[in-house]
């Protein structure tokens, strides 16, 4: 009986290892629920910003230009024709798959209550008004604020609003805190035109946000009920920050207030939990902003609504999550782009500028302001749109500085990034597949030459049904035979927590990265051993293969893509050509025979980035071998 016991827990303890959970409770650990109710700033003080009829404050605040645009933007809504979202257009996405049919119109709503709201809070005369409270009349006849694709979220699991229901997801929650500021700063205003209008709000703000977070346990990104192996990813602090802004600007019962308050921080300590001590976003930079990001305006709306009291910014974990944005920035816009990542990218500069500032990054800080290009983001998003006007000119005032160590390792996550003296810049990984947005595409790399991708990750296309579902492998960008890696045996890698590298190591002083990918492979790929590594000296880049297999049936294949011309010409030496970047792959001609597929990108997510076409180019083993090692040699030319 012990014995079972004690095999017990040792699996769960592998379990849970394997998927990076760890208990550390970072905001239960630092303050309990009497101290949160303590803490608490009541009736909206907390606000840093002006009340609506304070004019020269909001002059002082917004200045002469950014008052002009927002102004210029809400006037653009002033004749908007308010969307009905159709019960066919929910329907569609159970039908075809389409998000777009219901979202468009939906987001459409949103822009414009956005906009109104903006621009009355800049002008000051009553001007938009009206249009605001047809856009918020509108929102309340709404049956839910949630997108779709979301829907399934409902014990029907079916795609038409149930109206006997609620769902916070992602879409919901934006709404909701995008109306409970439109409450805070116009609730009077409204009032004076009929108080039936800020009652309706705060009654649907009530059933649909703070009844709703505080009666369902059911929703899997509170992770109140999550199960060793399970997932949380950049749904827990999205859902949770906007909960907590509604919370915090329409609540004003201390004890109702406090208990709401203490509960998110449970949920949030999932999030955290889940997230490497090293703090790297297994989804990938384009996630950042709504996973480490949400996270961040979290803690700091957090912190503002406690008067400072309730703040882990000191904590070294909070700061590498926010410095992982700087250290995956390529250059030139490009970044490293695991996962569901786009390629192009590099944050929010005043976003990563106030959680620099907050954990006291000067690497972020003069990141924020190499990136800053002076414009004023708005967004439905009006926490962080209040937060970039506020902080615009102290980021402006700064001087910008690229930051580029000299490499980054990421030990729990095993991502790692090498630079050398030539301009070359290196991203690999380790890691497992059954990450969050995740491919199947352990010990894949990608290569840069002065900042421009020469070997890259395609990345993914338009999300559809199919994109997060069962039939999800199926598509090519999620699939190992698409990565910078190698099909073993005619076998491609698998979905699945137990399909991971091992042995991953990193030394820096070599510069060199390996990890062990055989266990990422299904048992009919018979390999026993394949040890994917990669050194990085300043004139070339090594890249070995030492594999050891149970047997050899097919021939191995080792795949490269990229969206350079590529010439195969001479044998043993591949010429690639990206812009006015040139290099040369190197392999054994002894080896292996060249081929070259054309890719074809007709999903404007990919092309947008790519061109109308990749490449995949893949070298074919000429000899069926259970042991060898192949070696390539990645150089740049003249």
């Known amino acids: ?361 000067d690497m972020m800080i003069k990141h924020a302001a190499y990136l800053n290009d002076k414009e004023i983001r708005i967004s439905r998003d009006i926490f962080r749109t209040l937060q970039n006007i506020y902080h615009f000119n102290e980021l402006n005032n700064i001087e910008g500085e690229q930051q580029k160590p000299l490499y980054s390792w990421y030990p729990n996550t095993e991502f790692c990034y090498m630079n050398n003296k030539e301009g070359f810049f290196l991203a690999t990984k380790g890691g497992y597949n059954n990450e969050s947005h995740n491919h199947n595409d352990l010990g894949t790399f990608s290569i840069y030459l002065n900042n421009t991708p020469i070997f890259i990750d395609a990345g993914v296309g338009t999300y559809t049904r199919q994109t997060f579902s069962g039939e999800r492998y199926s598509i090519w960008t999620m699939q190992s035979d698409y990565h910078n890696l190698p099909l073993i045996n005619g076998v491609s890698q698998a979905y699945g927590s137990q399909y991971k590298a091992k042995n991953t190591a990193f030394n820096s002083k070599k510069m060199h990265f390996s990890t062990d990918i055989a266990d990422a492979y299904p048992v009919e790929a018979g390999v026993k051993q394949w040890v994917r590594s990669y050194t990085v000296s300043n004139k070339k880049l090594l890249i070995k293969d030492d594999f050891s297999l149970e047997e050899a049936s097919h021939a191995n294949e080792v795949n490269f893509l990229t969206w350079g011309d590529i010439d195969i010409s001479e044998n043993g030496k591949v010429k690639i050509v990206v812009n006015d970047q040139k290099v040369l792959l190197s392999y054994n001609k002894n080896d292996f025979d060249v081929s070259i597929k054309t890719i074809l990108l007709d999903d404007p997510r990919l092309s947008n980035v790519w061109g109308s076409k990749i490449y995949r180019l893949t070298l074919t083993a000429k000899y069926i071998n259970k042991r060898d090692t192949y070696n390539y040699t990645v150089q740049q030319i003249n």
């Open 1 to 361: 009986m012990k014995k079972n016991i004690f095999t017990l827990l040792l699996s769960l303890l592998f379990i849970i290892q394997a998927n990076a959970y760890t208990q550390k409770n970072l905001l239960q650990n630092f303050a309990t629920l009497q101290q949160v109710e303590s803490a608490l700033v009541i009736n909206q003080e907390w606000v840093p910003y002006p009340d609506y009829n304070d004019r020269s404050g909001w002059n002082d605040l917004l200045g002469n230009d950014i008052k002009a645009k927002l102004i210029t933007e809400g006037e653009k809504a002033l004749n908007y024709e308010w969307k009905v979202v159709k019960l066919t257009d929910y329907l569609e996405y159970e039908r075809t798959g389409s998000r777009e049919i219901m979202q468009v119109p939906f987001n459409q709503n949103i822009t414009a209550i956005t906009n109104l709201l903006l621009a009355e809070l800049a002008e000051g005369k009553g001007r938009f008004t009206d249009q605001l409270m047809n856009g918020v009349f509108a929102a309340c006849e709404m049956t839910t604020w949630s997108l779709s694709a979301h829907l399934t979220l409902q014990n029907s699991k079916r795609t038409i609003p149930d109206h006997n229901e609620h769902i916070i997801d992602l879409t919901a929650g934006d709404l909701g805190s995008l109306l409970s500021w439109t409450y805070y700063f116009f609730n009077k205003e409204f009032d004076k035109v009929n108080p039936i209008i800020s009652e309706r709000l705060r009654h649907e703000l009530q059933e649909r946000i703070l009844n709703t977070y505080m009666n369902e346990d059911r929703f899997w990104w509170m992770a109140f009920n999550l199960q060793p192996g399970g997932m949380v990813n950049n749904w827990n602090p999205w859902c949770n920050f906007n909960v907590l802004q509604s919370f915090l600007l329409v609540e004003n019962d201390r004890e109702k207030l406090a208990k709401a308050v203490y509960r998110t921080m449970r949920s949030v300590d999932e999030f955290i939990n889940y997230t490497h001590e090293d703090g790297a976003c297994e989804e990938g930079p384009s996630y950042w902003g709504h996973a480490a990001g949400k996270m961040y305006d979290y803690l700091q709306i957090l912190s503002d609504g406690t008067k400072g009291e309730i703040s882990i910014f000191n904590h070294p974990m909070i700061k590498n999550m926010g410095e992982y944005i700087v250290r995956s920035y390529v250059g030139d816009g490009w970044v490293v782009n695991f996962a569901d990542a786009s390629a192009r990218g590099g944050g929010d500069p005043a976003l990563i500028y106030r959680y620099g500032k907050a954990v006291k990054s």
